[in-house]
């Protein structure tokens, strides 16, 4: 601020309260806090009630006259301002930071300020978690309740040497109306906000030095819309409170009784104490207050049926308040209070709280001039209760700078609180952007199952959200300032996942058969949802998959692309079979001339039951005999096999090699291209071997060349 960079050490505090604005100008040297200039202005009208702003407007202009009267009394101009927000709907939250450095080094006084800052922003964290409500809230002010050093407390880890810090700390906050209020009645006068903090904080560092807070002891600043608490305890503040009933709701009464308008009220109000201590004076006749009423007609009323009349109000005033200290107290009183403001100021408001409190009445005194001792001021001033706060929103500025920044998030304008730590993310936080649209997001995953275990493929990851910061291509990370211009435009979705038979693990499965005494390898046909399905096809979402571990006759005909009459006979595994009978790994299939071979077998075997059971059991042995035989010399003729052995051949142009078997027949090089099938592209399958039309079971030797297509 220009006031701040004037002879480098200058403070602009403004105290915007119900009934009046405090200005006040000052810089503090090492021990004592200099007032250059204070300007104090009522509002003309009840522009503020309960410690909220009702007219923005009028409120600025208040600000613009203290500004001015200040400007002129100092000489130079003021740009930023430091102000203090009521606790109406206060929030606070207690929590704990720890930050751990890479290595046991000096703390340093940036190290204290960061841990701070972190502790805001969990606790911000901590309290959105568990806003219920529809209201923004921000952050208007902290207080360190102890810090740690390696976990154990200590007063203060500035320049010892840790390897930890941290700190239970108290974060206070409030709805968004209530600041955005007091925002735009300081930039309707002009300024900027350099540090917002709240009233008791400010109060709280004037009137109970750090050398008291070991003490419990209560603040309660009294203004005329709340009353602000806080407590100290174990050197520390340790909770903070509002009510909302303050000096406003004597005044009202007095308006009431006296048929006087609110402004009129006020200055009864404020005579009340003369009036008592005195018999004589100008705006007092003997014991009494004189004033105009709303008639015009000039009454009188005693001190003493001012006091009655007030009485049962101060009471309710003070009721609530005391409740307030027990309960942030932990249901208990506090040993002193120290009131503060312009409301404490009535007569029997001090005693009346010490009463509810159940505490001595000297323990429960106004806070003035006693406390301000290390603060000078211009001779004009006079130093009262209710400069407590005005010099404490100075002083705060010192204490902790928890400013808000404004900046534009996609074309809107946002405030964010500035932990001098900023970044795109936190604007996007603040501005509510959704979280997913600032990563990567995954297309749709696909769910399905494979003989019966459920298996999933993830979709693919989209696009991060494109950034830039002020034109600039940034990322979330990207540090930022007040004003800055940023654009989030948001990540995108990636494909959905696609996956087809042929690429699970199973589909690479075979099922080798024996047709007419041929080795046959055939690919494992798939079932989805109960029909067949080439490796072609899509897994769909929810597909049941199961890898068929068998093919029928009828479908090992269609794959070799073998066409034989309806009444051919077929044999598996030497048993009479038709065209739907399934063949297993390493079955054996026959058909024509060998398989009437066993056909007739069956036949005889089947005339059997009607003869003899001797012979029936003679001609089994027969039959076991023979197939005893013809296994030994299928294994003989296995023996004298060749070693498996690898060979390359030329298909469609393009080279293929092929391994694991002893000998190759032309069938054989479907396992090694992609050429399906089971999906006719024609009326039927050309297959050339060395120029010439080749069947499926030819065999084929190294240096081979194949064409294969589909005819028209």
Avoid at 189 to 210: C, D, F, H, M, R
Avoid at 317 to 345: H, Q, R, W, Y
Avoid at 420 to 434: C, H
Avoid at 436 to 450: C, I, Q, S, W
Wanted: with cysteine; charged share 25%; aromatic share 8%.
């Amino acid at each position: 601020m220009a006031g701040i960079a004037h002879q480098g050490k200058a403070v602009f505090g403004l105290d915007i309260g119900t009934r009046s604005i405090v200005g006040t100008v000052g810089y503090r040297t090492k021990d004592r806090f200099v007032v250059m200039a204070q300007k104090m202005k009522e509002h003309e009208t009840r522009a503020m009630l309960d410690g909220q702003i009702h007219d923005i407007k009028k409120v600025g202009d208040t600000i613009i006259a203290v500004k001015e009267a200040l400007e002129q009394d100092i000489g130079f101009p003021l740009t930023e301002v430091c102000i203090a927000a009521a606790g109406r709907v206060l929030r606070t939250v207690t929590t704990h930071v720890d930050h751990d450095f890479p290595e046991e080094r000096v703390v340093l006084e940036e190290d204290v300020y960061a841990l701070s800052a972190m502790g805001v922003e969990q606790a911000y964290e901590e309290f959105q978690s568990g806003n219920d409500t529809d209201m923004k809230f921000y952050c208007v002010g902290y207080s360190v309740i102890r810090y740690y050093m390696n976990h154990y407390p200590i007063g203060n880890p500035e320049e010892h040497k840790a390897g930890s810090i941290g700190a239970d700390m108290i974060v206070t906050f409030l709805p968004e109306d209530v600041v955005d209020g007091l925002y735009k009645a300081v930039e309707h006068a002009g300024l900027q906000v350099a540090n917002l903090t709240l009233e008791p904080i400010a109060a709280i560092q004037v009137a109970i030095p750090e050398k008291f807070r070991m003490l419990n002891i209560a603040l309660v600043d009294v203004g005329a819309g709340t009353s602000d608490i806080s407590i100290t305890r174990d050197g520390a503040i340790v909770s903070y409170g509002m009510i909302p009933v303050a000096g406003d709701s004597l005044t009202e009464e007095i308006a009431r009784h006296c048929l006087v308008d609110f402004n009129t009220a006020e200055q009864i109000k404020r005579s009340l104490g003369d009036a008592l201590k005195a018999t004589t004076g100008k705006k007092t006749g003997k014991g009494g207050i004189v004033y105009t009423d709303i008639m015009g007609l000039e009454q009188t009323i005693s001190a003493e049926e001012l006091s009655a009349l007030l009485a049962p109000l101060i009471e309710n005033m003070t009721i609530p308040v005391a409740e307030c200290i027990k309960e942030l107290n932990g249901d208990k009183s506090v040993s002193a209070v120290f009131v503060v403001g312009g409301g404490g100021k009535i007569p029997g408001y001090t005693e009346s709280l010490s009463e509810k409190l159940d505490i001595v009445k000297e323990r429960v005194a106004l806070r003035g001039g006693e406390v301000m001792g290390f603060v000078d001021f211009p001779d004009y001033v006079e130093k009262d209760s209710m400069l407590v706060t005005p010099v404490g929103i100075c002083l705060s500025f010192y204490e902790q700078n928890n400013n808000f920044a404004f900046v534009t998030f996609n074309n809107e304008r946002i405030k964010v609180y500035d932990n001098g730590n900023l970044s795109v993310v936190d604007a996007a936080m603040q501005a509510e952007f959704p979280n997913e649209d600032l990563f990567p997001k995954r297309g749709p995953a696909l769910n399905y199952t494979v003989e019966g275990k459920a298996r999933i493929k993830r979709g693919d990851l989209g696009e991060a959200a494109v950034i830039t910061v002020n034109g600039e291509t940034a990322d979330i990370n990207t540090a930022i300032k007040a004003n800055d211009l940023i654009s989030v435009a948001p990540s995108t979705a990636g494909a959905s996942a696609s996956l087809d038979i042929r690429s699970l693990p199973e589909f690479h499965q075979s099922i080798t058969v024996i047709v007419n005494e041929k080795k046959v390898t055939l690919p494992k046909f798939a079932q989805v949802n109960g029909s067949l399905q080439s490796g072609y096809y899509e897994i769909q979402d929810g597909d049941a998959i199961e890898m068929l571990n068998f093919y029928t006759v009828a479908q090992i005909l269609e794959f070799m692309d073998i066409l034989l009459p309806e009444d051919t006979p077929f044999a598996v595994n030497h048993v009479a079979a038709g065209r739907n009978t399934p063949v297993y790994e390493n079955f054996s299939l026959d058909w024509g001339e060998k398989a009437l071979v066993f056909y007739t077998q069956q036949a005889e075997t089947d005339s059997v039951e009607n003869t003899d059971e001797e012979d029936y059991l003679a001609e089994g042995e027969d039959i076991v005999e023979e197939e005893v035989i013809a296994e030994k010399e299928e294994i003989a003729e296995a023996a004298e096999k060749p070693a498996p052995h690898d060979i390359s051949v030329i298909v469609n142009g393009s080279p293929v090699r092929m391994s694991g078997k002893s000998s190759y027949v032309y069938v054989d090089v479907f396992d090694y291209i992609d050429f399906d099938l089971s999906k006719p592209h024609g009326s039927s399958v050309y297959t050339g071997l060395n120029g010439e039309k080749a069947e499926y079971l030819r065999e084929i030797k190294d240096g081979d060349v194949f064409e294969i297509y589909w005819n028209p």
